[in-house]
């Protein structure tokens, strides 16, 4: 094919490369006169010609840049330079559907280029070929020939590896692959890129991995505010990153008058249940995102890319656009045709999905949609319409942001809050970072614009840190599977610790010890000068006091707990608030309401929030880090107005309540609360009296009853305390040395156990405890050598091996027919939560129950073992959500059939098929190995039957 020209770009790179290259050995001097191995018709920017001299001068490089920047160069150099040497290069991606569009790109630029994604071989022996991270692990661990020839391994989006689901394949991936590969580690901006590099020389010691780093942004960004139903954006961090305080506040203050009017009609809110909230979020949500993205296209800011946190919110979202048409007449005929070429390989029945048309009668108005639900063409489809920019706003979840390079002009965020499985976060700075990098094209715009919608108030500190740049540190996210450890007992000699031992974990723990042994040293050094007279009876006293905070704080969570608290949350009622480092002290209670969940998905565990409306007392004109004013200073003016809070917020609550004007907006009326509050407390001198937990807020919980009865106990002890009966001021000054004192102490005794677990190795115990259950399964013997069991276990990693192996062994699978076989497994790679209540198809009752029963004894024998397992997470691993699904299309009905009557997206029921094929696939080759040819042929006719239709249909990208 025809060679790219890059000028003068061999002699930047040449300039950079450091001064030892002037006496490198004979063998790399010759390396370093070769000939460029590839040329590009443009100048490279800095950090690219520099990785490009350090791959020339035999090193391996950590290239580190932001979403964008241009790291593919470095890439596609690392592929010339095995193509001009004769050398295989192997390029990885985290996912299936990056490495087909790798594919396509590299492409256009080799011809000997292959492709290898499990269920895709093309041109395997090929110099360059394009898989996934998983396919080389298990290259790897089954020790192929390939591997002899590679001379370069390219792990493109590097930083997956902090994925506490799949991060430990990037791992294990490194430590296995031979000494003599370099390596071209390609990832967002990370602050420990120097840290991972150490690791990788560590573990192949004589490699040298040089870190090629760059902030720079090719286009920079400006950083916007939209709260819901304000009528305009504020600019809070402007393209020289400077953060505008004055327009936070202005956002604030638009977002307060929204919620105020959200307090009004809170007496309609509080009877609704969690579906009519849900509705009603939805309903403003998507007012104002139809006002955004209007506002956003008559400026001529797009294209947009809004991302959202969910399914099921890009489906609404998208919806909320369904009376705009952003495309011209000529564009919607374009979009006509590409469509209709991209589906023309479908069936009939399959181009009369409901997604398809659908798609098209939006795409046609320039708004697109892009989540793993989607059917993977329609996927594709919406990607190249997209590079083609006939999609003008495209609502993605934020997998679009990793790999592809599909920048947009303005990237949005309908909101900086994401439900992560456990609870509603901000986003960290890192995931902010790699969605808002999609803002900006280069060589196209000046500025790339992100644009963040939030409903309800933040901290200034929280959009400081999200728009700092400052990404997030990458660290390990290793674990050990029974599937690794099995695989590493096969090679006799490997170790099954060679692995854990090597682990990023493990140098990241063992590194800190240098530093922590100083720490300590230093800390013990200053507690031993300190002198306290009458030590002991001040420690008795610290010690008790310490143990009566702890109690009072467990009371506290009590008292503020809904069902305890609500009933007597009356209008005029006093409470304390303490709003994060903020006291209020007594304010005056109007009103409170249930607020909305923050997730639309209904199905996801929520805690109730209540918003609690009060009179506080204040500072004039001086706002804290919510935007709220801070409370007010003893001495200085002030005025009372309104605040809201969450529940969590209150400290305490008062038996006195203060009669409050019907009309708190009147005029007057705030000043005349804070006569009547200030009045109060100075009749009871601070002592404001309390609603009694137990007298009077009935609360019977006998732990609550515990604990007051302890504090009770102690604050008598403490009573008799010289502290309490002769407090002097030398004494007191004595018992502050002593505070001083037991806080170095306690801080020494906390790095002394963090230094204790990075002298030994951190998954010893873990591999003892699999080794355990593994022989007492019979998957190895008392030598650690595999079984039948184990050979067999070895063949499988797609889906829960120990379980499947098992069922082959008792025999579950030879007495079920091949339909019935495929419709058990998928049972083992569902991991949809799905409201539906599945129909379990005849027959099938009975292979399930024996499937589960299977699967508990495993689970028994993990515990036995004392392995740190969840029983019910492990037990849940059987779902069988969409088992009715599977039994149809294995039936041989049309994918429109099969789906009928599922909430399951499409395109997620696609993705489960095709996983299944894999476990099927992988089944095939364990019965092989046991050599039953009966179930062999039994495992390939489920094979055959999924293979089908449109969950098979080829990738556009191939």
């Given amino acids: 094919m025809t060679e790219i020209v890059m000028e003068d770009a061999m002699d930047e790179a040449t300039s950079s490369q450091p001064p030892e290259h002037e006496d490198a050995p004979p063998a790399k001097k010759a390396r370093l006169q070769k000939p460029p191995a590839m040329q590009f018709p443009f100048t490279l920017d800095t950090f690219q010609s520099d990785a490009i001299a350090e791959l020339e001068g035999g090193n391996s490089v950590l290239v580190s840049a932001h979403t964008s920047a241009g790291k593919t160069v470095v890439a596609e150099y690392a592929i010339a330079m095995c193509v001009r040497e004769n050398k295989r290069c192997l390029y990885t991606s985290p996912i299936k559907a990056l490495s087909n569009q790798k594919f396509r790109d590299f492409s256009e630029k080799w011809d000997s280029l292959g492709l290898m994604t499990g269920d895709i071989t093309l041109n395997p022996k090929a110099h360059c070929i394009v898989m996934t991270t998983e396919i080389l692990r298990s290259m790897l661990y089954r020790g192929s020939e390939m591997m002899r020839e590679v001379g370069c391994v390219i792990f493109d989006e590097i930083h997956y590896m902090r994925d506490k689901h799949r991060g430990v394949v990037w791992e294990e991936t490194i430590i296995m692959l031979p000494e003599k590969v370099q390596y071209v580690f390609l990832s967002a901006t990370i602050p420990n890129g120097g840290e991972l590099a150490g690791w990788v020389e560590h573990i192949h010691p004589g490699l040298s991995v040089k870190v090629v780093h760059t902030d720079k942004r090719p286009t920079p960004l400006r950083h ?82 809004c991302f959202c946190f969910s399914k099921r919110e890009c489906e609404n979202l998208g919806m909320a656009l369904a009376k705009v048409d952003f495309t011209t007449e000529e564009e919607k005929q374009a979009v006509d045709e590409i469509f209709t070429n991209a589906i023309s390989s479908l069936g009939e029945d399959d181009r009369a999905l409901p997604q398809i048309p659908s798609m098209l009668a939006m795409l046609k108005r320039g708004v697109g949609i892009h989540h793993s639900g989607l059917l993977p063409i329609l996927k594709e489809v919406v990607e190249i319409m997209f590079g083609e920019q006939f999609v003008k706003v495209l609502f993605s979840t934020e997998t679009f942001s990793m790999g592809l390079n599909m920048p947009a002009r303005t990237v949005v965020f309908t909101s900086i809050k994401k439900w992560d499985g456990v609870e509603n976060r901000f986003l960290t700075s890192g995931e902010y970072i790699q969605m808002s990098g999609r803002a900006g094209r280069r060589g196209l715009d000046q500025f790339g614009n992100v644009v963040m919608m939030i409903d309800s108030k933040c901290e200034t500190d929280e959009i400081r840190k999200m728009c700092s740049g400052k990404s997030d540190t990458l660290n390990s996210s290793f674990c050990l599977t029974f599937s690794m450890v099995l695989n590493l007992l096969r090679v006799e000699e490997v170790k099954a610790d060679y692995v854990a031992t090597r682990s990023f974990s493990q140098y990241q723990h063992s590194r800190t010890k240098p530093d922590t042994e100083k720490r300590i040293a230093q800390l013990t050094s200053e507690r031993d000068a300190i002198t306290v007279a009458d030590e002991d009876e001040l420690l008795t006293y610290y010690n008790q006091q310490k143990q009566l905070k702890k109690l009072q704080l467990q009371m506290q969570a009590f008292v503020r707990e809904p069902k305890n608290c609500l009933n007597f949350l009356n209008t005029g009622r006093l409470i304390h608030i303490i709003d994060g480092e903020d006291d209020y002290g007594w304010c005056v209670f109007i009103n409170f309401h249930k607020k909305a969940p923050e997730t639309s998905d209904i199905t996801a565990r929520v805690t109730d929030t209540y918003i609690l409306d009060c009179c506080a007392d204040v500072q004039l004109d001086v706002l804290g880090a919510t935007g709220q004013p801070k409370p007010a200073v003893k001495g200085e003016e002030s005025a009372v107005k309104i605040l809201s809070f969450v529940h969590e917020s209150i400290h305490a609550i008062s038996k006195l309540r203060i009669k409050t004007p019907p009309d708190m907006k009147a005029e007057g009326s705030l000043p005349g609360i804070k006569h009547a509050l200030q009045k109060t407390q100075d009749t009871f001198q601070g002592a404001v009296p309390l609603l009694d937990p137990i007298a009077d807020m009935k609360i019977t919980d006998p732990k ?12 008598l002890r403490m009573a008799s305390n010289k502290m309490e009966t002769d407090p002097t001021p030398e004494r007191k000054a004595q018992y502050k040395l002593l505070e001083e004192k037991m806080n170095k102490d306690e801080e020494i005794a906390a790095l002394q156990e963090q230094l204790n677990s990075t002298s030994k190795h951190l998954w010893g115990d873990e591999l003892k405890k699999m080794c355990r259950v593994l022989r007492r399964l019979e998957f190895i013997d008392k030598s650690n050598v595999l079984t039948t069991r184990g050979h067999m276990a070895c063949e499988i990693n797609a889906a829960e091996e120990l379980l499947i192996t098992e069922m082959i062994f008792q025999g579950q699978f030879g007495e079920l027919e091949p339909i019935q076989i495929a419709t058990l497994l998928s049972c083992l790679v569902c991991d949809e939560k799905s409201t539906d209540q599945p129909e379990i198809p005849k027959g099938m009752e009975a292979p399930l129950k024996k499937c589960k029963d299977t699967m508990a004894q495993i689970v028994k024998v993990k515990l036995e073992s004392k392995m740190e397992i969840e029983e019910d997470k492990e037990l849940a691993k059987i779902n069988p959500a969409v088992i009715e699904v599977v039994h149809k299309w294995m039936n041989g009905k049309t994918f429109a059939e099969t789906i009928k009557g599922t909430t399951v997206f499409e395109g997620s029921i696609i993705r489960i098929l095709r996983r299944l094929e894999e476990v099927l696939r992988q089944c095939t080759a364990a019965s092989r190995a046991l050599g039953d040819e009966k179930l062999v042929s039994k495992f390939q006719e489920a094979h055959r039957d999924i293979k089908r239709d449109i969950v098979f249909s080829a990738s556009l990208y191939l």
């Fill in 224 to 305: 916007y505010l939209f709260p819901h139903g304000a009528k305009e954006i504020y600019q809070v961090v402007d393209d020289k990153a400077q953060f505008h305080e004055s327009s936070f506040r202005d956002a604030m203050a638009a977002l307060v008058s929204s919620e105020q009017e959200q307090a009004a009609n809170a007496k309609t809110f509080k009877g609704k249940g969690l579906k009519e909230k849900v509705k009603d979020k939805q309903t403003k949500e998507r007012a104002a995102i139809f006002e955004l993205c209007n506002s956003l296209q008559r400026q001529d800011l797009g294209p947009i890319i």
């Fill in 704 to 715: 609550f009853s515990a604990y007051k009865q302890k504090a009770e106990g102690i604050e």
